[in-house]
């Protein structure tokens, strides 16, 4: 098969394009043709070596984190799937390479793609998805009335989680630019700031929730002063916090230096009176099951903004990381 490997790691390295065997797989796994794969930000930060500290991948690897396609072959003990079956799935860590024609899938990392969009919509979800899920209700348990604040609307996580915090009953304000306004307003929210004319601070007052996804340090500490006391703060880029070292099982020195590196973070949420958690999602079969429910109810809809081909899964990629991706980016393999 065909697939776009990191040979070696660099901010200025391209994914190279080999042949490969078709994985085999094991008694839990099912093999997915792939037929698109979504294109993150996450992507490029592991070809940079941004996250070898935590998810040590070894070159040569594939990269991709996220794909719709048709199961080919299934595991002795795969329940829930069978040969046909059009799927999707944020694959698991340690398990990435959905820049591929084919991957050999957990199935508890899978779910039923919804019926009503096409294998581009579907392979646009999993991940951004599963963001907005696990921040608005795992974490984030937001209820009815609440106040949201979703930064950056127009991009792959805000064009999500507007909707789906809208479906849970929030008020939702969100940032964008100007050109962006209308169609982002379109998506649900209730009230959008244009962050290149106005500033978030002094429109928001006692938010229950912040979505936080800027990495800008000035943005983080205006982001606590709009939160009433007992809200709380969801970052997505962090800094990383010891809860969450414990919760993926790093070792005692990775716990500190993330101890250190939140403190400042913890220090400010404390003044608020607020809660800070980082928030790295996680592939969740379960979870994007719900996703489908709500995509095929009509409750969410995709946002693709481009389409590439896969010989151009590397401008793919610059385009994500141009920053100025309205909603997703998709890369087609059939
Ligand atoms: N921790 C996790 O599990 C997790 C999961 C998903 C994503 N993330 C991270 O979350 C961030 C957002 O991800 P994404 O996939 O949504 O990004 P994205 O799709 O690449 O975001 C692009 C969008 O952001 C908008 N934007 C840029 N600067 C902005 C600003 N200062 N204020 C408001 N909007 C701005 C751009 O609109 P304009 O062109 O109008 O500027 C563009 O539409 C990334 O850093 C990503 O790595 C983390």
């Known amino acids: 098969m065909r697939a776009f490997i990191v040979k070696s790691y660099g901010k200025k390295e391209k994914l190279h394009l080999t042949e490969l065997p078709e994985p085999m797989v094991k008694e839990n796994e099912v093999l997915v043709q792939i037929y698109s794969a979504g294109v993150n930000s996450l992507d490029s930060l592991i070809r940079n070596g941004d996250f070898k500290l935590f998810l040590p991948y070894k070159p040569p690897f594939i990269n991709g984190h996220d794909m719709a396609g048709v199961v ?119 009230l959008i700031i244009d962050y290149k004319t106005e500033d978030f601070e002094a429109i928001l007052k006692d938010y229950d929730l912040v979505i936080h996804s800027n990495r800008d340090a000035k943005i983080l500490e205006k ?12 970052s997505l880029v962090g800094p990383p916090t010891p809860e969450f070292a414990e919760e993926i099982g790093l070792p005692w020195y990775l716990k500190l230096v993330m101890k250190l590196l939140s403190a400042g973070a913890k220090k400010k949420a404390k003044k608020a009176k607020a809660a800070f958690r980082f928030l790295f999602m996680r592939a969740e079969g379960k979870q994007l099951a719900n996703i489908t429910s709500l995509i095929e109810a009509g409750v969410i809809k995709p946002v693709i903004d481009k389409l590439f081909v896969f010989e151009q899964t590397n401008e793919a990629m610059a385009y994500v990381e141009s920053g100025r991706a309205k909603g997703k980016v998709v890369v087609k393999m059939k």
């Open 223 to 234: 982001s606590f002063r709009i939160l009433k006391a007992g809200g709380q703060l969801i």
């Open 72 to 190: 080919t072959n299934v595991g002795s003990k795969v329940s829930k799937f069978k040969i046909g079956d059009e799927v999707y799935s944020r694959v698991g860590d340690h398990k990435i390479g959905t820049f591929a024609e084919y991957i050999a899938v957990n199935e508890a990392d899978l779910a039923l793609k919804p019926k009503n969009i096409t294998m581009d919509e579907a392979a646009s979800v999993p991940l951004v998805g599963l963001t907005a899920w696990q921040a608005l209700v795992e974490t984030g348990n937001v209820k009815k009335g609440q106040k949201v604040f979703i930064q950056a609307g127009s991009g792959g996580v805000g064009t999500f989680a507007i909707q789906l915090a809208k479906h849970l009953g929030a008020y939702v304000a969100t940032t964008t630019s100007a050109t962006n306004a209308d169609w982002v307003k379109k998506l649900g929210a209730d």
